[in-house]
């Protein structure tokens, strides 16, 4: 009995530092959204989630790398829900449902996508930056690059062009028809992304030379 003990400290401490990040991030979220993220300091954060500087510091690199792992955490719900919709089979019109899923990010999380902006151009004005934020958005293409990948095969398609390119046009489709929806939503209608992926995968699979089915995909 007395062996377990150690672990189970050991797992508290680990539970316990999870929960401390878990805090943290959520003040920063809360913190970001109503300051910016110029305007929003450590200290802010740090009292907002009832922690000490240092706890945040010995949590956390900074301010950018919250900043970070809350891009990273947004970005990997998203692709969960978009691999969610691609395995169900009771959807019938799963680029459909991605186009709603647009939808709901450009009409609903209107405050994260402009600390996401105003991110962008902080990073760009501080080159140091860029590579981690490069590293961070790989993850999410080398994430995506494993859905198109699915989801080409489930098609019956046999593409000439490396995976995560389409992943590239894939997610740069999302994130550019998510601005042009936000700034004249009339010019982006709610089925339009998946109709620009069928455009891409009907392209992918005539340059291959695999037909697509007649019809709608089955499943």
Avoid at 86 to 103: F, H
Avoid at 124 to 150: C, F, I, S, W, Y
């Amino acid at each position: 009995m007395a062996r377990d003990e150690p672990a189970r400290r050991r797992l508290s401490r680990a539970e316990s530092k999870a929960r401390t990040r878990e805090l943290l991030l959520d003040a920063a979220a809360r913190t970001f959204a109503r300051k910016g993220f110029a305007g929003a300091s450590v200290e802010e954060i740090a009292e907002a989630a009832g922690f000490s500087i240092g706890a945040l510091y010995s949590n956390f690199g900074g301010k950018e790398q919250l900043f970070l792992e809350l891009l990273s955490a947004r970005a990997s719900g998203r692709l969960r829900e978009a691999a969610q919709i691609l395995e169900d089979p009771a959807v019938a019109d799963p680029l459909g449902a991605l186009s709603a899923q647009l939808v709901e990010v450009a009409d609903k999380d209107v405050d994260f996508a402009l600390l996401q902006a105003e991110f962008w151009l902080y990073a760009v004005r501080n080159p140091r930056l860029m590579d981690t934020l490069a590293e961070q958005q790989h993850d999410v293409q080398g994430a995506l690059k494993d859905l198109v990948d699915r989801e080409m095969r489930r098609r019956g398609h046999r593409i000439g062009v490396p995976g995560e390119h389409v992943a590239v046009v894939a997610l740069a489709l999302f994130q550019g028809l998510v601005r042009q929806r936000r700034v004249d939503p009339g010019s982006v209608p709610d089925g339009l992304y998946g109709q620009a992926l069928r455009w891409l995968f009907a392209g992918l699979a005539a340059e291959a030379g695999s037909p697509e089915p007649d019809g709608e995909e089955s499943r």
